[in-house]
DNA sequence: GTAAGATCACCGTT
DNA sequence: CAACGGTGATCTTA
């Protein structure tokens, strides 16, 4: 009860509480829009900028290496560190993390010629095949202490770290085709080969029964392949997953595709059908399947009452995007035989659920109606229809309703600051072809894939705007179009409202923008008491913004969107990227947050604030420090 | 609808 | 007996 975090410093939750309840009554976004209640609040604190020092994650050694920005942000580092330009007091604020892993291959056939340059950067990289992939945490520290956590970490930068290169594969290849071509690719063979080579295959030396050690219940993967490197699912193609044990097959895991029309219920039974005789195949005429292989390691496993580890292939979105979820351990029970469509017999075995174990979030959504009979929903849409989807309110916990502000849409700019368009590209397809898209020039590249996911992180984003000539669906048009995703806020039991999603998002895709007031960093300072919404930008672009004499500070507190509501997180599953495309002022540059990978529905979307601890100071010269509750694997207890 | 594809169990040979 | 190579199987993937 006391624990909120939403409570800072000195205010109780009580008092928070009653303060809320004089509010109760107005519905969001309607009137009093002057007044203002912060969910969290904390008091002055110093913002160093971001920077990735010596302690920088890297995965393994020499092979991963880490990006740290351009050398004007260590020259900025640097001159901050020396005091130039600091304030012993200044408001807390949000910024750009610009730390990245850096995964490096060497082309066939180059490697011996340029060994020794292994992680490093040098003349022979311009041959290399390199992905910027967003990091997991800022450092070691959040990595935590037990075998377990560090596991659970490695397993999210290693899918990271595939999907990126998947999605770099990608553009490569949709960039040669301009749209033209289906594109024959397999991707995922090939980034596998890239990930072996790097020795990011784990949990791959020997079979495991029951939990693979850092893969949850939940987790999604888009290739079967994934499955294969982090040893849920080795088989690539098989269904049934099997090893030898004392002389004798027992099944290990199985993916339930639908391939068999197999069924799921929803009280935990599946009825899973067995593999082999040729009932896949139509090259060669059906048998009856055979009690050998994968079907005589299910029978064994009745006896022996293994766990089998179930996961579950099908379009959950009820999209066109297939997903693989992992759907925790299960009991095979019985096994019969049966006649099959092609009138051949075929196996069937039918498997429970252990009990005890986290439910998969697709069954609470199963069960209502997304948009009108969510548990706990008090307010239909706090962007009152501001959104192209409702964004829902829920609250399990207690009776608080979310706080009054202004929803905005659109960054609020000061009268003296209005930016202007810059000059756009004169495409009139999709901007599929990067040779001749002058924005695509900009960003060395169209920075998205055709499926909307932006390929890599970048210091900045260009893309198309106003005066460019290409359609409003083009390719390099993406964080601009706004929410694609049904989102909704929650209240937390440790973090006040937070956010998620009541679908997947698949990693790359865009989520959210941080919308407010710009301000400039001395406006910033004098607006006290809300400095929990403020988000301090442009900071990659430090040459400018101190030549300028200043920065800016995105103030969310009386008006915003949803960006104001995302949590903290030591090792969070989003990420903050710069994009300009409607003005090309490179010192306000758009907050855009990316999926840094696969999320799951009505998990917690959230981003690293990126503070700086024991570095940020009240006026009295005393180190401020805020708990943290992110509840990661690792955290280590403070934002700052 | 089809062909390429990676990996492993299995089996036979060295 | 270990190590190696060939073969067949496989609820993939574009």
Redesign the pocket.
Known sequence: MATSSSVLDGHSEERMLRKLSAYRNYPPGVGRTSRFFPVRRVSAVRDYPPFCGPNALSLSKGDVSKGNGTEERKREFDFLARGGGSKTVMTARKSVNHSWMMLVKKKEGNASSSGGMDGKFSDAHRYCYNVNVPLLCRDNLSRGNSEADVTRNTVREIMRCFQAVCRKLLQEEEAKLKGKA????????EA??IL?KEGKYIN?GK?IFGSVPGVEIGDEF????EL?LVGLH???????D???RNGE?LATS???????N?ELDKSGLLI?????????????APED?KL???NLALKNSIKKKNPVRVIR?AFFGGGSR?T?VYDGLYEVESCWQERGPHGKMIFKFQLRRIPNQPELPWIELQNSNMFTLRKGLCVADISNGKEALPILAVNTIDNEKPPIFEYITRMIYPSWLQPTPSKGCNCTDRCSDPTTCSCAGENGGIPFNHTGCIVEVKPLVYECGPSCKCPPDCYNRVSQNGIKFPLEIYKTDKRGWGVRSLRSIPSGRFVCEYIGELLEDKEAEERSGHDEYLFDIGGNLIKDALDSGGGFTIDAARFGNLGRFFNHSCAPNMYAQNVLYDHGDHRIPHIMLFAAENIPPLKELTYDYNYSKDEIFDSDANIKKKNCYCGSVGCTGRIY
């Open positions: 289906k594109i024959r690719r397999r991707i995922d063979l596998a080969k072996k791959s079979y888009d290739y079967r392949m294969h080795r088989n690539l193609q098989a269904g049934i099997y090893t030898m097959h199985i993916v339930a595709s639908g391939g068999y197999d899973y059908s067995g593999h082999g005789g040729n009932v896949m195949s139509r090259k060669k399947q050998e292989r994968g292939g297939r693989f």
